[in-house]
C-alpha cells in the first residue's frame, strides 16, 4: 500500500512525478488537496444586453447595491430583476466602477457616469473625462486614459468627483510619458499605474499645489492585459508578458505562475488578453481570472496556499460583490405568502453586505452555489512507483469523503514515449476500495467525482506489489 497525496496544479512543468497534477478541473486548492465546487445558480433573470461589467457598493445607510453594465444600459438589480438606470447607450468597451462616498463612478470609454447611491439614480458626471478605467487615490477619483488619450492620468479636485477643472481645488493630470499605454489604475491610500511596459506608484505629497508624485516600480515591463487587474488589500493581481505577477505593497514585483501555469493560461486565452475578467473571491484568499465561453474556464489561484485550479463551465464574466439589500416590497416579490416563507425576515441575506463571487452565465448573474457540484477531475504526472521495476496495480483507495460517484483510472506504459494503456474502474467498495488490476514501470492516476454529497479529496492509496525488471 502506497499513498498518493494530490500535489499543486503544475501543467507547465515537464510531465512527471508523482507530487503534482496535471490536471485540476472543478476543485479549489485546499490545505492537503482539493475541495469540491458548487454549480451555478442564478440570482437574477437575465441582462438586458451582453454583459461588460459588474460592482457592488454599500451606501452610508448600509444598503448595497448591485450594479451590471451592458453594451446599452447601466443596471440595478433588485428582487432579482433588473432596473435600468441608464438606457440607450453604446458600449463598446468594459464597465469599470469606484466608489466614492455614496456615488458610484463608472466609465467605459465613452461618457462617464455617476451613480447617485441614496437616490438610486444615474446621471452623466458632467465636467468628467471619459476613462477605461477608474479609482479613488486618497480623496481624489482617478482616471485612467482620460479623454481618449492612451498615456494621460487624470483626478478630481480634492474630495469632490464634481469638480474637473484643472489647477482647481488640486484636480489636476499626468501624461506617462514612458512606460506605454496606461492599462488600468489600483487606487487606495496611494495608486499604482499600471502601463503595458511599466509599473508606477502613485503617492500623496501633502503639498496642494502638487498632491502626487510618480514613483517607479519597475522600468522594462508592465501589465499586458487590461482586464486581468485585481486588488486584494495592498495587492495588486496582473497579467504580464513574463506572466502572472502580484505587486506587493506599491513596490515589490513577484511572479506567482512562473513554471507553474503561466503557459497554459496564455495558451488558453490566445492573443485575446482584452476578454479576460478578473476579480477578488471576497470569502476566499483567491484571484480569478474567467476566459468566457461556452463553456469557458475560471482560473483560481489561491495566494495562501500558492495553489492553483480551473473550473470549465459557461461564463460570460465574473465580478466581486455583496448581497444586495432588499426592501420589504422587493421581499413580498420573491415571497408573496409571509406565512409559507422558508426563511425570517431577519435573515441577513435580506440586509445585504455579505460578500460574494459573482459570476454571468447566458445573461444571468448568479454564484457557485447550487446543491449540484461541478464533475471534478484530478490527474498526477507520471511517476515510476517502483523505480525500475513495473508495479502490479490490484486496487486503489480513493482518500476522499466521496462516498458515490467515483471512476478512478490506471494510466500504464513501459517506457515513458510510449502509447498509454488505460484501465477504468468505478465499483466502489463499503472498505473504499476500487478494484482495478492493470501493470506498467510508469503510470499516472485520474480520478473523477460525478455526485453532489462530497466535500474534499486529498489523493489515493495504491493497492500494488512490484513487478519483475524488464
Not at 107 to 136: E, H, K, R
Not at 366 to 388: C, I, Y
Request: include cysteine.
Amino acid at each position: 500500500m502506497q499513498p498518493l497525496a494530490f500535489g499543486a496544479f503544475l501543467p507547465d512543468q515537464l510531465p512527471v512525478g508523482a507530487d503534482k497534477l496535471v490536471t485540476a478541473r472543478n476543485v479549489l486548492p485546499a490545505p492537503n488537496g482539493y475541495r469540491a465546487v458548487p454549480a451555478f445558480t442564478p440570482v437574477s433573470n437575465a441582462l438586458p444586453a451582453p454583459f461588460r461589467g459588474g460592482y457592488s457598493a454599500i451606501a452610508t445607510d448600509g444598503t448595497a447595491y448591485l450594479l451590471a453594465g451592458t453594451t446599452s444600459t447601466l443596471s440595478r438589480l433588485a428582487a432579482g430583476a433588473w432596473t435600468n438606470l441608464l438606457t440607450g447607450l453604446t458600449v463598446t468597451g468594459r464597465w469599470r466602477f469606484a466608489q466614492f462616498g455614496d456615488f458610484v463612478i463608472a466609465v467605459n470609454g465613452g461618457a462617464t457616469q455617476q451613480v447617485d447611491l441614496s437616490a438610486g439614480t444615474a446621471s452623466a458626471l458632467v465636467g468628467a473625462p471619459t476613462a477605461i478605467d477608474v479609482d479613488v487615490v486618497g480623496p481624489h477619483v482617478v482616471y485612467a486614459q482620460a479623454n481618449g488619450d492612451i498615456l494621460m492620468i487624470r483626478w478630481s479636485a480634492f474630495e469632490d468627483q464634481n469638480g474637473n477643472t484643472l489647477g482647481s481645488n488640486q484636480a489636476g493630470e499626468q501624461p506617462m510619458l514612458t512606460g506605454g499605454e496606461v492599462m488600468g489604475i489600483a487606487g487606495g491610500e496611494y495608486g499604482v499605474i499600471l502601463q503595458r511596459q511599466r509599473l508606477v506608484r502613485m503617492s500623496l505629497t501633502g503639498d496642494s499645489s502638487l498632491p502626487f508624485q510618480f514613483d517607479e516600480i519597475t522600468p522594462n515591463f508592465g501589465c499586458a492585459s487590461k482586464g486581468s487587474i485585481a486588488k486584494a488589500g495592498r495587492t495588486i493581481f496582473c497579467y504580464s508578458d513574463r506572466g502572472f505577477i502580484a505587486i506587493d505593497d506599491g513596490q515589490a514585483v513577484r511572479p506567482i505562475g512562473n513554471e507553474k501555469f503561466d503557459q497554459t493560461f496564455r495558451a488558453a486565452v490566445g492573443d485575446e488578453f482584452e476578454r479576460i475578467y478578473a476579480t477578488i473571491d471576497s470569502q476566499r484568499t483567491q484571484v480569478c481570472w474567467a476566459i468566457p465561453g461556452v463553456p469557458g474556464q475560471i482560473w483560481v489561484y489561491n495566494w495562501v496556499l500558492d495553489r492553483a485550479t480551473v473550473l470549465e463551465l459557461n461564463v460570460d464574466g465574473i465580478f466581486a460583490g455583496f448581497e444586495n439589500s432588499d426592501t420589504l416590497e422587493q421581499v413580498a416579490v420573491e415571497f408573496p405568502n409571509i406565512d409559507t416563507m422558508p426563511i425570517s425576515l431577519d435573515d441577513p441575506r435580506f440586509k445585504g453586505g455579505a460578500p460574494s463571487l459573482y459570476v454571468v452565465q447566458g445573461g444571468a448573474v448568479g454564484v457557485l452555489g447550487s446543491p449540484t457540484l461541478l464533475t471534478a477531475d484530478l490527474e498526477t504526472a507520471q511517476f515510476a512507483m517502483f523505480g525500475a521495476q513495473g508495479a502490479r496495480i490490484r486496487a486503489l483507495w480513493p482518500d476522499t469523503d466521496a462516498v458515490s460517484g467515483l471512476t478512478v483510472t490506471v494510466r500504464a506504459a513501459q517506457r515513458q514515449g510510449d502509447v498509454v494503456s488505460s484501465r477504468s474502474a468505478s465499483n466502489l467498495q463499503d472498505s473504499g476500495r476500487v478494484p482495478l488490476q492493470h501493470r506498467g514501470k510508469f503510470l499516472n492516476m485520474r480520478l473523477r467525482i460525478q455526485d453532489n454529497n462530497w466535500s474534499y479529496v486529498n489523493g489515493m492509496v495504491i493497492e500494488a506489489d512490484p513487478g519483475a525488471m524488464r
